[in-house]
């Protein structure tokens, strides 16, 4: 028998260098907006374990918007979706979004390890996969919820060397994004979608 098969994982175990990317990295979702009133009635991550959570939280206006508990998901690698922009004052929705497009899962994997290594102390399981929906534009963030007024949120020396970490949208902790693209735009509802009566 091949001792080193079982040295080595444990090893490994021991060091918080090693990952396991078949653990979830994420229990609770939330979908918001940095641009006012938008509706979402799809948005759909999936991971590279082959499960997933949605993220169709319905009307949102603000970030970090709705929150949900989407019990697990893994690293992202797709996401899939359809929104809408709610205008107030014609208490109607102008104008209509899709995405359906892959996710970079490789270098999604290496932003969440910098963000999880990135604080000298700071450790959570309140760890937060949040959706940013402004027009077309579709933003996919991932946080560690460490909010200086109230934790010590002191990075590691060199804890970023690609300068990843960014503050979030309303400057409350660091995130780092996971995917940031534009969806297609349409006057009215894309046939098949949630918005086509």
């Not at 102008?94 to 102390?121: C, G, M, P, V």
Request: charged content about 20%; aromatic content about 10%; hydrophobic content about 30%.
């Amino acid at each position: 028998m091949n001792s080193k098969r079982f040295i080595i994982p444990i090893i490994c175990s021991l060091f918080t260098g090693c990952s396991n990317t078949s653990a979830p990295i994420a229990s609770i979702g939330t979908a918001g907006s940095t641009s006012g009133d938008h509706s979402i009635k799809r948005m759909y991550i999936k991971d590279t374990q082959g499960g997933g959570a949605s993220f169709a939280h319905g009307a949102v206006s603000s970030y970090s918007g709705a929150s949900a508990d989407i019990g697990s998901i893994g690293i992202p690698k797709y996401i899939d979706g359809y929104w809408a922009k709610y205008h107030a004052d014609e208490d109607e929705l102008i104008n209509f979004y899709r995405i359906s497009t892959s996710i970079d899962s490789n270098l999604a994997k290496q932003k969440i390890e910098t963000l999880r290594n990135y604080y000298r102390i700071h450790k959570t399981l309140n760890t937060r996969i949040r959706v940013v929906v402004d027009n077309e534009r579709v933003r996919v963030l991932y946080s560690m919820n460490c909010y200086s007024y109230r934790m010590d949120c002191t990075p590691r020396k060199n804890a970023d060397p690609n300068g990843w970490v960014v503050r979030s949208p309303d400057d409350t902790t660091e995130v780092v994004v996971l995917f940031d693209g534009t969806g297609e735009a349409s006057d009215t509802p894309f046939p098949g979608s949630p918005y086509d009566k």
